[in-house]
């Protein structure tokens, strides 16, 4: 009981789980519905509008704003982020760690494929397609992946740090299977993706042959103890996933 209510003071107070705000988005022929924490970070800034529903026949896709980000072509259903702020000790803008949360539709890559609701071959097909953006020569890019450029480079008593000190991304060394109120997702973990980021947790789904979903918390610490820090957003992460609900659409497919 004291631990558990010493973790906000230790770790910094973050998403405000007493506030809930109900949403959800049709997917093809999905239903997504989900809640999200108050105390969200106010960056000062409009956000940008959200679609309602997302049609996922080929034809009509690129009509919508897609955006590029590492290895995967999507459009953001979602996009929320929180700040741990402290009460002792103070990192940048009095913010300890901060937390956000992203909801992409994702087109498939042509270099393999997968099923509806198959997570066998999704995963394959994830472990190609990060293999194949971050360990290539040559990348779909044409850039030279991250970490195929780094190895050239590295530190031969450190194998996950060049000489520069920039850490090689650190691919998920497993995939677990877990069930969410009735539907079983794909959950890894990436750690180093992007400049200055800490831990980035995925739980992703297949919807059709041609699209899969992705629920990904991405997670940075600036002082104290990080693995507490990591450790609790992935806690809230978790507590948010307990809330998200994936299910067959009533009405005909978009």
């Known amino acids: 009981m004291i631990k558990q209510f010493m973790k906000p003071a230790l770790t910094g107070k973050g998403p405000d789980f007493s506030l809930l705000d109900e949403k959800e988005c049709r997917l093809g022929n999905y ?64 913010n300890l760690s901060q937390f956000s949360m992203y909801i992409d539709v994702n087109r498939r890559e042509p270099h393999s494929s997968f099923e509806e609701g ?47 000190g920039s850490p090689l991304v650190q691919l998920p060394e497993r995939y677990e299977r877990e069930q969410i109120n009735g539907t079983e997702w794909l959950h890894y973990q990436i750690q180093g993706e992007g400049v200055g980021r800490g831990l980035n947790d995925y739980w992703a789904y297949p919807i059709n042959s041609d699209f899969y979903l992705t629920i990904s918390y991405w997670m940075s610490s600036e002082q104290g103890d990080k693995d507490s820090r990591y450790l609790r957003m992935l806690d809230d992460a978790r507590r948010i996933m307990s809330m998200v609900e994936l299910s067959k659409a009533s009405a005909a497919p978009i």
Request: glycine fraction near 6%.
């Open 118 to 164: 198959k997570l066998s071959h999704f995963e394959d097909y994830l472990k190609q397609d990060y293999w194949q953006y971050y360990e290539t020569e040559s990348n779909p890019d044409g850039q030279p992946g991250a970490n195929w450029e780094k190895r050239n480079r590295t530190d031969p008593n450190n194998p996950y740090i060049d000489n520069s």
């Open 31 to 94: 239903q997504l519905r989900y809640k999200l924490p108050g105390n969200p970070i106010n960056s000062g800034h409009a956000k940008k509008a959200k679609p309602s529903q997302v049609n996922l026949q080929k034809s009509l896709f690129d009509a919508y704003d897609c955006e590029k980000e590492f290895n995967r072509r999507f459009v953001r259903v979602e996009f929320e982020w929180w700040a741990y702020k402290g009460l002792f000790f103070q990192g940048h803008l009095g």
